[in-house]
């Protein structure tokens, strides 16, 4: 059975930082394209950062400069290094885990980060 399991959320005041961290289980994420996504509440979840199994990142413009994703496959676990957050970065944050052929995909519980002073 396979587990995204994320932490490191809370309450941060504006321009402070988190580091959310996915611990994975079941899988090995060497072979699997990771990726971070944000839902406000009564928006869609979309996409924040993504990093390939040959670690290529990619970021929403939102986030660029500001959040860096990264993987430890040795580890099996996927982080997202948020700086300078601001109030609309509030959101629920959630890692998940997708692969192409075959095609599988993961989603973890989500972390709830709140930016607020």
């Known amino acids: 059975q396979v587990h995204l399991v994320e932490s490191g959320g809370g309450l941060v005041q504006p321009g402070g930082s988190l580091r959310l961290s996915c611990v994975v289980s079941?899988?090995?994420?060497?072979?699997?394209?990771m990726g971070w996504y944000h839902q406000a509440p009564g928006k869609q979840r979309v996409l924040v950062a993504g990093?390939?199994?040959?670690?290529?990142?990619n970021y929403a413009d939102s986030v660029k400069g500001r959040f860096t994703i990264s993987r430890d496959n040795a580890k099996n676990t996927v982080y997202l290094q948020m700086n300078t957050l601001k109030p609309e970065d509030t959101a629920v944050y959630y890692c998940?885990?997708?692969?192409?052929?075959?095609?599988?995909?993961?989603w973890g519980q989500g972390t709830q980060v709140t930016v607020s002073s």
């Open positions: 079941g899988i090995s994420i060497s072979i699997y394209n």
């Open positions: 990093i390939t199994s040959g670690g290529t990142t």
């Open positions: 998940h885990s997708y692969r192409t052929y075959p095609a599988r995909d993961y």
